[in-house]
Nanobody
Framework: VQLQASGGGLVQAGGSLTLSCAAS???????MGWYRQALGKQRELVAR????????WYDDSVKGRFTISRDNAAKTLTLQMNRLEPADTAVYYC?????????WGQGTQVTVSS
């Protein structure tokens, strides 16, 4: 499965962005997640959604600000990001979780200015 994240950009602190991820193959039956990698840091999982969308998990750093959703029929994943902070600056990726697929794509850059 190949994944293409989009929707990033430059935003001021307190602003919002909506990230989208389009999959080339079937994502139904797989738990999916949004990951991010800040410059000089390891990639980290920030949000996860179960196979039918009824289960979600968020890292404490984004809880209450980010919302993950999915559309299995459209093979898309979405991350609504509100009240963005400079610490959210990173390249964002979508992938399966656990056991991410080998192809990560280029991700989408999110930059939050203070």
């Amino acid at each position: 499965v190949q994944l293409q994240a989009s929707g990033g950009g430059l935003v001021q602190a307190g602003g919002s962005l909506t990230l989208s991820c389009a999959a080339s193959g079937r994502i139904a039956g797989n738990s999916m997640g949004w990951y991010r990698q800040a410059l000089g840091k390891q990639r980290e999982l920030v949000a996860r959604i179960g196979i039918d969308g009824s289960y979600t998990w968020y890292d404490d750093s984004v809880k209450g600000r980010f919302t993950i959703s999915r559309d299995n029929a459209a093979k898309t994943l979405t991350l609504q990001m509100n009240r963005l902070e400079p610490a959210d600056t990173a390249v964002y990726y979508c992938n399966r979780t656990p056991r991410p697929w080998s192809y990560w794509g280029q991700g989408t850059q999110v930059t939050v200015s203070s």
